[in-house]
């Protein structure tokens, strides 16, 4: 029998191809402005200045800040706390809680003059040198003079050699506190372990065993 001849199947309709999209278009970013160096702000107005206000005021070779009250103020000159500011404002007559540059000359004058003379106005108890071993006055130091005479005293009592002048040149501790723990100088820190000690006693062996072959 003659063969059957399949029919050959349809070809199916060509699929379309994926429409190519366009690369995507980079967005670019919206160019920030620069911003622009900011002027220096202007200091704020106070209230309560006079038209002659200070805002720095000279005293005992110190610039103090004439916008802060009188008893803080002059808490910037060394060798002067809180308490020791409040006594020289009352005893020179100008309120504690005026500002600084607010005074006029004649009243800064006044305050330095008090300052000054601060150890024959006040109780020895008050001053910072009662009884000092030359003069043997009460008086109070202040400014570039307190470390004049702290280098002054440290000084006699390494010449007199003295237990505070010995440990001064040491470098240790001079009012009994503690130096186990603390104050600790040198190469040296902490506690050798058992291990380490052991090691250098070996090796100190070997060494001596090496020179006595020699």
Avoid: C
């Avoid at 809680?97 to 108890?125: C, F, M, Q, Y």
């Avoid at 043997?136 to 009592?157: C, L």
């Amino acid at each position: 029998m003659p063969e059957e001849k399949v029919p050959p199947a349809p070809e199916a309709p060509p699929s379309p191809g994926k429409a190519e999209r366009p690369e995507k278009e980079k967005r670019k970013k919206p160019e920030e402005p620069k911003e622009e160096p900011k002027a220096p702000r202007a200091p704020k107005k106070l209230e309560g200045v006079k038209e002659d206000f200070r805002y720095i005021v000279r005293m005992a070779n110190t610039e103090l800040d004439g916008t802060r009250s009188v008893a803080y103020a002059l808490t910037a000159i060394g060798g002067v706390g809180i308490r020791v500011a409040e006594a020289v404002a009352h005893l020179s007559g100008v309120s504690r809680t005026e500002r600084l540059g607010n005074l006029s000359d004649a009243d800064t004058d006044r305050i330095a003059l008090t300052l000054g003379k601060l150890g024959e106005v006040s109780p020895h108890w008050m001053v910072n040198r009662p009884r000092d071993w030359a003069t043997g006055a009460d008086f109070h130091v202040f400014g570039a003079e307190v470390e004049i005479h702290r280098r002054d005293d440290i000084n006699r009592m390494k010449m007199i050699r003295s237990y505070r002048g010995v440990r001064h040149e040491q470098g240790q501790k001079v009012r009994g506190q503690r130096t186990r723990s603390n104050g600790r100088t040198g190469l040296t820190v902490g506690v050798m372990k058992k291990q380490a000690i052991q090691a250098a006693k070996a090796k100190e062996a070997e060494e001596g065993a090496k020179e006595k072959k020699e």
